[in-house]
């Protein structure tokens, strides 16, 4: 089972709003509802962010949004914010493994 | 608030075991799948293991099956991750994970290192 596919990097400037896809295949990503995304800052405990596709956790800033089409996942941060600078993982329920996870991205707030 | 705290990672030569244990609070803990998740700077995040609430139902990626072992003592609150033959290619931080039932990764710990290396 191959990682999922992140760009490595990503970067917005405070306010702006930035998107991050997650690329996997049918018998991933396109074939079922279980993509979910997480924020990690180095050294703490990674965070859940969304999961189902595009729902937030309670406490979750409705400034974090998900959604998916075809075989592509997509998690979109409006209103960049300086506290949003972390590392930020996809994972989707797979046929096989049962879980994978993206190659991660770093976001950086200009 | 739910808080997963690991410990008993360390660094062990190749061919060494290590037990990792995982205490969590703040959640009804046999309600919880668990599992473990581990990091590494080669391969990034990578699913290990997963236990149901009571321990009926444990999975294991296929590079560990037969060498790790996943528990739990749902009395202690705790998660087990017993590691034998180790390889350097074990090397990483490893997550103890909390899981509601709808595959996703509710709670994570911040993670216990392990070093396999001569």
């Known amino acids: 089972q191959s990682a999922l596919t992140q760009p490595a990097s990503v970067s917005g400037s405070p306010g702006q709003s930035i998107t991050i896809s997650c690329t996997g295949t049918?018998?991933?990503?396109?074939?079922?509802?279980?993509v979910s995304w997480y924020q990690h800052h180095p050294g703490k405990a990674p965070k859940l962010m969304i999961f189902g596709v595009g729902n937030r956790p309670s406490g979750v800033s409705n400034r974090f949004s998900g959604s998916k089409s075809d075989n592509t996942a997509s998690l979109t941060i409006s209103g960049l914010q300086a506290e949003d600078e972390a590392d930020y993982y996809c994972?989707?329920?797979?046929?096989?493994?049962?879980?994978?996870f993206g190659t991660g991205t770093k976001v950086t707030v200009l | 608030e739910v808080q997963l705290v690991e410990s008993g990672g360390g660094l062990v030569q190749p061919g060494g075991s290590l037990r990792l244990s995982c205490t969590a609070s703040?959640?009804?803990?046999?309600?919880?799948?668990m599992h473990w998740v581990r990091q590494d700077p080669a391969k990034g995040l990578v699913w290990v293991s997963r236990?149901?609430?009571?321990?009926?139902?444990?999975k294991y990626t296929d590079s560990v099956k037969g060498r790790f072992t996943i528990s739990r003592d749902n009395a202690k609150n705790t998660l087990y991750l017993q590691m034998n033959s180790l390889r350097a290619e074990d090397t990483a931080v490893y997550y103890c994970v909390g899981d509601s039932g709808i595959y996703t990764f509710d709670y994570w710990g911040q993670g216990t290192l392990v070093i396999v290396s001569s």
């Open positions: 236990i149901k609430g009571d321990g009926s139902y444990i």
């Open positions: 049918s018998s991933d990503v396109g074939g079922y509802n279980y």
């Open positions: 703040g959640l009804t803990f046999s309600s919880f799948w």
């Open positions: 994972s989707s329920y797979t046929s096989s493994t049962p879980f994978v």
